[in-house]
């Protein structure tokens, strides 16, 4: 066919359906009438949710249908009033198409402006809600999720063991950390942060003293030396500190060439964030307590970070976590979601992971939760030799395990019970 010819039917085809349809009649058509190419016709008939206390409370979302398939997501930390925040949105969601995550996700979002949707528990709620929507237009279409998010760049996830070391100088700790390499991790997490350090001359004040300091070396050296060279190491201040002790903290750590230092202050100042970034050669990660994409646009503009660390299950969902990744690969800086969910929200996690270029190591928080997390979903464990192969199964691609899930159910709190 000539490019004229083509031009010219392409022109006459398109200006009747432009004249004769309004747009929401002409998107009702192409759904209606294309063929053979129609998509899955679903409506959503039901959300529910249970609350669990594992890695504090989450709460895990199912979205139901007309259809028989139901998705499930999961959300976390700010969590706790995440059933009361998605029974409110069950109204303007029932009958609704599930299968446009994007749109229903902006809705919610929008409908929220005056009551909290700038992050919180507004957001998280949002955030379990959003991923069992992706997981149902998985199971609807027959695909992986990191399919509908474009594709992956990566089969395997690089996950890293927030170690769990209440003391990391103790006895204990020498076992821990040789479990850690004997499971095959690349990278492992502990925090620096102690309310009970005995040179913390104040309850409430966190400027640490140098006694304090000293501790905080003294176990980032023992861990460092403790481990192979080639692990990477991150070290969490848990956003406690006030910034002239994250200065000091950031210079006396360089020696160490952490992977980042988190939350060195809280997140909020942008300008002290930065200010911390720019006095030491020590790389600064920020991001578990930020939502959306304008918690992080302007920590990312004014170079405030050197890897962003959201929390996926929290801080908005799976299009939310891709989009924070596109803006930091925009400024040239690495993704590694802060990740405490079960194997459910982690898999989840695994497809946004896979579908980015930028993307660098994805945190496992359950090492002292080995019995949940081994039985969680049926699928059972889903890491070896420290990675998550991301599951080509439609949706996120594991189920639940609901004896085992059901054990750490909030004392009070309802099962996935209907409009409970
Ligand atoms: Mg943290």
Redesign the pocket.
Known sequence: MSQYTRRSMLKGAALPIAGAFALPTLAAAIQEKTTPYQRPKLKITDIRTAQVLVHGPQTHVRIYTDQGIFGQGEATDAAVGAPAIIKGFRRSLIGQDPLNVDALWERMRTMGIFSGAQGGQYVTALSGLEIALWDLAGKATGLPIYQLLGGKFRDKIRMYCDTDMPDPLAPETHEKLQWVKDHGFTAL?MDIDEARDPMRFDKVNWTASNGEIDRMVSWVKHVRESVPKEMDLAV?M??RYDAATAKKVAKELEPFRLMWL??PVPAEDIDAMTDIRQSSSTPIGCG?NLYMRWGFAELLHKRGIDVV?PDIQKTGGLSEARKIANLAEAHYIPFAP?CVVSPIGTMASAHVCASIPNFLVCEWHWISRMDYWKGWVKEGEIIDKGYITVSDRPGIGVEMNEEVARRAQIPGTTWFEANA
């Open positions: 997490k969490d848990h956003g988190e939350e578990e660390t802060h």
